[in-house]
């Protein structure tokens, strides 16, 4: 089928490779006009581990093009799918206007009918303003608005496009949903579930799992701190809870909390969305104050264990919001750094991926080119991203390097047998929600 996309970022470019992948034809836009003529040539403006292998294939395939002009990517489409970013407003509402813009430029442009999917996460009852904008700019066309929502965690981006947990889509017309069946045939015949709803409960459904999931994490760190005071180890509690299926593993790790772009925005617009509509949905209230608090527990056990942060060195291990991505977007290592600084002390960063990142999100953070650079004379070590490769640091070297051999585990990265040879190699070894805090050892040297 002929599919256009408008967005080419984290939802937008998965989506659009993985339908080209699937057979179809698509044409994908987006308002940076850079960011076009780099994709046009196979380079990508993010890290996401196997797209640009995807999106180089499907361009030699001639299935996949990108292109500023919106007569080849609304005029002669089916379908056009808006992956436009909604970011957080103040209020903690989703900003939409990327949405209404892009709504604007195919009113304008189409010329018979057309099937509009909303991937982003919005709102429940935002495909009705899209169907009023479609008609303000066209009064000719018929448009079927559809909820599409992307399922997409970055770092799988390209996983959870091809192979879906399952496909949902919500519209409030027949015909709509017939072309969405024959679009996601491949997937189908595959035996991705399809589910079918109509278009305001799949904009809450992609809400619910987000905030769900959200809600999950915050569980966790709740635990982790009864846990230090219990003198409990939460790593063994989320175990036992997730050998229930009807509670399930995932999403139960207790750490710094959760980041990215989706997360704290999307459970700040469920809230308000749930508080527009005449619910206060407290639950969520509570879901985003634990999660905000966990940055200040593991900062305020840094500050305990150095006495004072000024003339102090900390080194923080991985910058990104999670691994397998180079996104710092509400990364809780950034807020880390931030109280740190603020605190006084010089916050270097290491980051297989997010260095540079990093950087232009925060320019007073230093960045160093390998774990070990970061380590040379720090006082402190936090793991703020557990990218694997932290789990073979030479705890030796690092202990020479170290002007304080103190390493804070904002992510448990660190299991029994490693905590267990930190202690031997002299380290001081704080983890989140497990191990009682050890005594300060005496030789520091
Ligand atoms: C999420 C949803 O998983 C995805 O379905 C949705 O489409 C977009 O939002 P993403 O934000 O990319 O995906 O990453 P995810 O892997 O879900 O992690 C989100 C945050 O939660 C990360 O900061 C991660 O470190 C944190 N997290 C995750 C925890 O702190 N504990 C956990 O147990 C799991």
């Keep these: 089928m002929r599919v256009g996309v408008f967005g080419t970022g984290h939802v937008g470019l998965p989506t659009a490779a993985a339908l080209a992948h699937l057979g179809h034809d698509v044409v994908a836009t987006d308002v ?106 066209n009064g000719v066309v018929s448009f079927a608005v559809v909820s599409n929502p992307e399922f997409l965690r970055e770092g799988c981006a390209v996983e959870d496009s091809l192979q879906p947990a399952r496909i949902l889509v919500g519209s409030d017309s027949g015909e709509a949903l017939a072309v969405m069946r024959e679009l996601y045939a491949p997937l189908i015949e595959l035996g991705v579930s399809w589910i079918e709803t109509d278009v305001r409960t799949a904009e809450l459904a992609k809400h619910a799992c987000n905030a769900f999931l959200a809600m999950k994490i915050s569980y966790a760190n709740a635990l982790a701190r009864i846990c230090e005071l219990a003198g409990a180890d939460v790593v063994a509690v989320a175990d036992a809870m997730g050998a229930d299926p009807r509670i399930g593993r995932a999403y139960l790790d207790a750490g710094l909390g959760y980041g990215g772009y989706c997360f704290p925005k999307d459970v700040a617009a469920f809230e308000r969305l749930s508080a527009r509509l005449g619910y206060r949905f407290r639950l969520l209230e509570e879901v985003a104050e634990i999660n905000g608090q966990a940055v200040g527990f593991a900062v305020q056990k840094v500050e305990e264990i150095l006495w004072n942060l000024e003339d102090k060195r900390i080194a923080l291990l991985g910058l990104a919001f999670k691994p397998g991505t180079d996104d710092v977007r509400f990364a809780p290592a950034l807020e880390v750094a931030r109280r740190l600084l603020a605190g006084g002390a010089r916050v270097v960063g290491y980051d297989p991926q997010a260095g540079a990142t990093a950087k232009a999100e925060l320019p007073e953070l230093e960045i160093a080119a390998d774990a070990y650079a970061a380590l040379e004379g720090a006082h402190c070590a936090i793991v703020c991203t557990e990218w694997p490769e932290f789990r073979d640091l030479d705890l030796e070297r690092a202990r020479t390097l170290m002007s304080f051999p103190i390493l804070l585990d904002g992510r448990n990265l660190y299991g029994d047998a490693a905590a267990a040879a930190m202690a031997r190699a002299g380290f001081t070894y704080l983890a989140t929600g497990r191990h009682p805090r050890p005594a300060v050892p005496a030789s520091i040297h």
């Design 32 to 137: 940076d006009a850079e960011k076009l003529s780099a994709l046009s040539v196979g380079r990508l403006p993010f890290y996401e581990p196997g797209l640009e292998d995807l999106v180089r294939g499907e361009l030699a395939s001639g299935r996949l093009r990108f292109s500023a002009n919106p007569t080849a990517t609304v005029t002669d489409r089916q379908i056009v799918f808006v992956c436009v970013g909604t970011p957080p407003r103040a209020s903690g509402e989703a900003n939409l206007l990327a949405l209404e813009r892009a709504a604007e430029i195919i009113g304008r442009h189409a010329t018979g009918r057309l099937v509009v999917v909303e991937k982003s996460t919005v709102p429940a009852g935002t495909a009705r303003r899209m169907q009023e904008t479609l008609a303000r700019y």
